[in-house]
């Protein structure tokens, strides 16, 4: 069987394969919860464009979270309330964790990645620089 491809041919599609890199050097900034107390339950009102800054599925997040935080919550119109008080403080290191762990590349620590499952298996694969990890699975 005779190829009929030359070296450089071969080498270009090569490279077209591979993932481009982000030129982008602004630092990636993970937005910051906006909500309060409403007796024993906290609310928090932008939920959804946190997991949209992130790229990720709001209810990928808000299960994190739960998980997270041991307890439950519910949608009441734009806001979501998880029981019992849980001040902005700890509700930020709870998305700083996930953004860690779910969002930035393990390699180059850029956000650009998404998640994928193969027979099970939950993936962080990045579109910046092609790094594969596994991650946990949120059920």
């Known amino acids: 069987m005779a190829w009929n491809y030359t070296y450089d041919q071969l080498l270009k599609k090569a490279y077209s394969s591979i993932p481009k890199t982000s030129k ?3 630092r990636f ?3 910051t919860i ?8 906290t ?3 932008n939920l959804k464009q946190i997991a949209s800054k992130l790229g990720r599925d709001i209810n990928h997040l ?5 998980k ?3 307890t439950t919550g519910e949608w009441k119109g734009n806001n979501f309330y998880f029981v019992g008080k849980f001040n902005s403080r700890m509700l930020n290191e709870k998305v700083a964790k996930y953004v860690k762990e779910f969002v930035t590349c393990n390699q180059c ?3 650009d990645t998404e998640i994928h499952k193969e027979k099970g298996i939950t993936f962080k694969q990045c ?3 092609g790094a594969r990890s596994s991650t946990r699975s949120l059920k």
């Open 62 to 66: 808000m299960k994190f979270l739960l």
């Open 127 to 129: 579109q910046a620089c």
């Open 24 to 26: 982008e050097t602004s």
């Open 29 to 31: 900034e993970v937005p």
């Open 34 to 41: 906006s909500g309060g107390f409403e007796g024993n339950r």
């Open 109 to 111: 620590e850029k956000p």
């Open 43 to 45: 609310h928090v009102s």
């Open 68 to 70: 997270d935080l041991a």
